[in-house]
């Protein structure tokens, strides 16, 4: 089976834009979660979804926020950025029912200038 | 909400050494207990895991155990390779009730192995 995928790979932005990260899971896999990975805060859960539905939110600001397409494509959107928003933004994909495992996609790195 | 402390942040072994990595967990309700592998550059790797009514995995050279009174999981690398190298994550989640998809991560050992 073809691994997570995540589009753009690398982006570069402006202070005050707003971005849209994509994220395709493995065949098969229902759920998507979202997490910031920044060498000073290592990787932090942003939030997860199943079935078009968020299910799960970590403790970020109300500038970021997601989605979920019914073929489980998920998309993440964060509104006027920050210069501390520049980070790693990894996807993770997993089966979700009974097992635990999450595999992470490539990422995206998002600098804010 | 939980907490993971991971020891040490930094390792540095002989090829051929064993490397130890510590983890601690705060929330007592976690039982399912993933290592990831992160080479510069490139993804999360999942290499093992644990859940909590098993008190050691083995896969080859990796392996990791779990003592649930303590509240502390460990990996546990043998004959210790270049390729070996990376930064290693322990992570922690609870199965079940609201904790849908959340790990929660230490801060990460970078292993250097040196020929």
């Known amino acids: 089976k073809a691994g997570v995928t995540q589009t753009p790979r690398y982006l570069i932005k402006t202070r005050g834009q707003q971005v849209t990260l994509s994220c395709s899971p493995i065949?098969?896999?229902?759920?998507v979660s979202w997490y910031q990975q920044t060498p000073g805060q290592g990787l932090q859960f942003l939030f997860e979804?199943?079935?078009?539905?968020?299910?799960n939110k970590g403790n970020f600001p109300g500038r970021f926020s997601g989605r979920q397409f019914s073929n489980s494509r998920s998309e993440m959107n964060v509104s006027t950025l920050e210069l501390g928003d520049s980070a790693l933004y990894l996807c993770a994909s997993s089966p979700a029912g009974t097992s635990n495992e999450q595999y992470f996609g490539p990422g995206t790195r998002l600098t804010v200038t | 909400g939980e907490n993971v402390e991971q020891h040490p942040s930094t390792l540095s072994v002989q090829e051929g050494d064993s490397a130890v990595i510590k983890c601690t967990y705060s929330?007592?309700?976690?039982?399912?207990f993933p290592w990831y592998k992160q080479e510069l550059g490139k993804r999360p790797q999942l290499i093992i895991d644990?859940?909590?009514?098993?008190g050691e995995k083995k896969d080859q050279r990796i392996a990791v155990t779990l003592n649930k009174t303590a509240k502390h999981f460990s990996l546990h690398i043998t004959e210790t390779q270049p390729e070996d190298s990376a930064v290693y994550f322990c992570?922690?989640?609870?199965?079940?009730?609201?904790?849908?998809?959340?790990?929660?991560f230490g801060q990460g050992t970078i292993l250097t192995v040196h020929p």
């Open positions: 065949s098969g896999h229902r759920s």
């Open positions: 929330d007592s309700a976690s039982n399912y």
């Open positions: 979804y199943f079935s078009e539905t968020q299910r």
């Open positions: 992570a922690a989640k609870t199965v079940g009730g609201t904790s849908y998809g959340k790990l929660t």
């Open positions: 644990i859940r909590s009514n098993v």
